[in-house]
């Protein structure tokens, strides 16, 4: 794309690359959605993200924009949330749906199964807490199911505590009465999608992105 | 009595057949028209017993009514038709049982290659004897033998990997098999130019027509083949779905061939008109598989009245839209899968449980059958056939079919790559191009072909190639998985975590697609979802099913399951999450201190009740709870009193649980406690 030459912090773009794995390309067209987003600002709010039309009928639509603004996804160690985001941060949360690269070793790839992992990991434990509990799990059903009409909160209450449930047999195994399931800790969300294949799946094509006409 | 008269003679046929009936008499014997007519074990061991038939016939009709009362005779010309089509079915399928009751056998070989042997033995036999064996008939093939092996692969494909890879499967059903058919007409013509060959008669669309025929890879060999490596499914679906569309590319090809060799010449316009003729017979049969399926649909939102007829409808309008197509030339297989990709949603939602198994299991049974007789068929024919044996031309073809293919498949992943996400390695593509089978379509292609010296030439050569392939490459391509580590396919559970996954994962993708600007797969599915959702769904599936999401009804059908196997196998059956002691209570958060603040009964003999209720209980409990009271999704119509009967006990047992671990009980109490306990335990089931 021509308008590389335009958009200024050329070396900046040499550090962001390397440190997302962005071409310069793929760098430059998320600047241009940047700007747009922002409406030429230096930093994005939630309520930016708010105006996204298409945003406004996907269910689960608060997480995704959470998700942007929590610090456990900018690979910094940081915890909480930030009220506003520089594109630093906005290229980082997205380089977590790149493709994996064809010539990868299996550690590599466990790697990047890892952190996508992590990432869907955060989306769900919205109190930092670093286990997603039973309530927290009934929350994330229901948001998926919010959209489609009036089923009641029983049957979402319902399907989380079968997954719940599943999660519990999956990683706990043998199990005494007694003993109380706290939540599922990032171990047990590992074991449990293991076989999900997830980064063949959680990714996004970064290219062939015609900001002008998508202009909203 | 009646004086005897041949049937043929009578004018009164009515009359001749019921006498025929009762008195069970000589029937003229020469009348079998012969299209269908196997030969059979039966008329082999009793040639002397028909022959005989004949004679006293003649004799007989003067003498009829001298003759005794018959009590028993030999009739067979009566249900010869009939008759020995069950008893090739039959034959049919003791074999395929016999080859999976010895197991080594069927480990190495794959059941294609057996059963083919198997035909060419049959062959063998029927030759030997000097019988007339079955002639192929392609119509056979293409209206009764293909049909059901598609429609069971159509109706069960795998939707969401298919559409996933749709651009690349595309890409190489139709721009793969175009560059094997010129590849290989062209490289078959050059070498007929030769002269040490002597093939001089062989023309260029001649040859073409060849390639077109042999080029498609077949999707009854690909399937029978691929069930039985368990590969990954990302390979499955792109050698299966390849085969299942390359469909129209074979049929455009070959007609357009067939008919510029009967003209001699090919125009510019001609080329151009095939073009068109290519997108008019793809997309034709893919539109008259969706106006069949969308009636399918239809009418079943209404059967919840009959439900006996349920599987024919389904079965009924897939057959329409395949024949349907075919009256148009259009691409009748893609018009089956089609249908029944459109249909099946739909119908699911609306057909009983039962016809639901009902309908998978005669598709499976039917296509088995069909493929069975496919490849015995394949045998027999072969052994039977007039054959021309070319060295030259043979050995050249199986030569060039696999350089053709290994280079279509690498050249076109070097451009698919570039569009892939997840790109193809080089395992990938071996396996694909490796996994290109050929098989009965291509032979009963060849077998239309107008009778010219160089039809025999080019049939010997297909099922040259058809035997290469399904017998070299079908019997290594099992240890060179192995060999070369490609991923198997993983065996799915259907764990509702991993759904509540996949939908989240596609709005959260849809949701970054949006925030990145960018119109990409998952805008496009997620717009056509709730086009489905807010129309098509309201129209084709009756009843409040209609506004139930994809989670719930994927919950509702696991549990339905889960429930189903408990009462089928009754109380002593192990249940898949047995080996966990994990159970709802371990999960519930902690409202407990309420319950245990009860002075009344003690820490210890609480603990007692509870193991006690648990021992027994352990497995139902666990069922108990997953069901919502509130989501009783019971369809009324299904007439299963004692699924309803159980759940009202599992009601009841959990009623009296709960009752018994929160109300508190007096020291005193224990005892009547222990006693009506026993109660519950009764409930065995």
Known sequence: MGALQSLPGQPEYIDLAEKTGFSFEQIGVLHKRFKQLSHNGETLRRDHFNEIPDLACNPIRAQIIEAFFDRRNFRQNGEGTVEEIGFEEFLVVMSHFRPPSLHMTEEQRENVRTEKLRFLFNMHDTDNDGTITLEEYRHVVEELLSRSGALGKDTAKSIADAAMLEVASISMGHMEPDEFYEGITFEHFLKLLRGFEIEAKMNIRFLNMDTPTLCK | MAVLRPARRSSAPLLTGVMCALLLL???????????????????RNPARSTQEEVPHHQTNSTAHKKAFPVLSFNYEH???????????LLALLMKLAFHIIPRVSHVVPESCLLIVVGLLVGGIIKAVDEKAPVFDSKLFFFYLLPPIILDAGYFLPIRPFTE???????????????????????????????????????????????????????????????????????????????????????????????????????????????????????????????????????????????????????????????????????????????????????????????????????????????????????????????????????????????????????LTAIINKFRIVKLSKKDQFIVAYGGLRGAIAFSLGFLLTDNEMKNLFLTAIITVIFFTVFVQGMTIKPLV???????????????????????????????EGICGHYGHHHWKDKLNRFNKSYLKKWLISGNRSTEPQLISFYNKMEMK??????????????????????????????????????????????EIRKMLRANLQNTKQRLRSYSRHDLMIDPLEDNVSEVRFRKQRVEMERRMSHYLTVPAKRQETPSVRKVWFGPAGFHL
């Not at chain 2, 000589?26 to 082999?44: C, G, I, M, Q, Y």
């Not at chain 2, 396919?489 to 509540?500: A, R, T, W």
């Not at chain 2, 002593?572 to 409202?591: D, W």
Request: net charge negative; with cysteine.
């Open chain 2, 26 to 44: 000589f029937l003229p014997a020469a009348s079998a028209s012969r299209d269908f007519a196997p030969a059979d074990n039966e008329t082999w």
């Open chain 2, 79 to 89: 249900v010869r038709k009939p008759f020995e089509i069950s008893l090739w079915i």
């Open chain 2, 165 to 411: 890879n749709m651009g690349t499967i595309l890409m190489f059903a139709v721009v793969g098999t175009l560059w094997n058919a010129f590849f290989i007409g062209g490289t078959v013509y050059g070498i007929c130019q030769i002269e040490a060959a002597q093939l001089g008669g062989v023309d260029l669309l001649s040859c073409l027509l060849f390639g077109s025929i042999i080029s498609a890879v077949d999707p009854v060999s690909v399937l029978s083949l691929f069930e039985e490596i368990h590969i990954n499914e990302l390979l499955h679906i792109l050698v299966f779905g390849e085969s299942l569309l390359n469909d129209a590319v074979t049929v455009v090809l070959y007609h357009l061939l067939k008919e510029f060799s009967h003209a001699g010449s090919v125009t510019v316009v001609d080329a151009v008109l095939g073009v068109v003729c290519f997108f008019v017979v793809s997309l034709g049969g893919v539109l008259v598989g969706i106006i069949y399926g969308v009636l399918g649909a239809f009418t079943s939102r209404f059967t919840s009245h009959s439900r006996v007829i349920e599987p024919l409808f389904v079965f009924l309008y897939s057959y329409m839209a395949y024949l349907s197509a075919e009256v148009f030339h259009l691409s009748g297989i893609m018009s089956l899968i089609a249908c029944g990709v459109i249909m099946r949603p739909y119908v699911e939602a609306n057909i009983s449980h039962k016809s639901y198994t009902t309908i998978k299991y005669f598709l499976k049974m039917w296509s088995s059958v069909s493929e069975t007789l496919m490849f015995i068929f394949l045998g027999v024919a072969t052994v039977e056939g007039p054959h021309e044996w070319n060295w030259t031309f043979v050995i050249f073809t199986v030569f060039i079919c696999l350089v053709s293919r290994v280079l279509g498949v690498v050249g």
């Open chain 2, 482 to 512: 192995e060999l070369l580590a490609v991923k198997r396919k993983k065996e799915s559970k259907g764990s509702i975590n991993e759904e509540i996954h996949t939908q989240f994962l596609d709005h959260l993708l849809t949701g970054i």
């Open chain 2, 562 to 607: 889960q429930a189903m196997m408990l009462v089928e196998s009754g109380s002593a059956a192990k249940l898949p999450r047995v080996s966990s002691t994990a159970s709802m209570q371990n999960i519930q958060p902690k409202e407990q201190p309420r319950r245990r603040a009860m002075p009344s009964i003690s820490k210890s003999r609480e603990q």
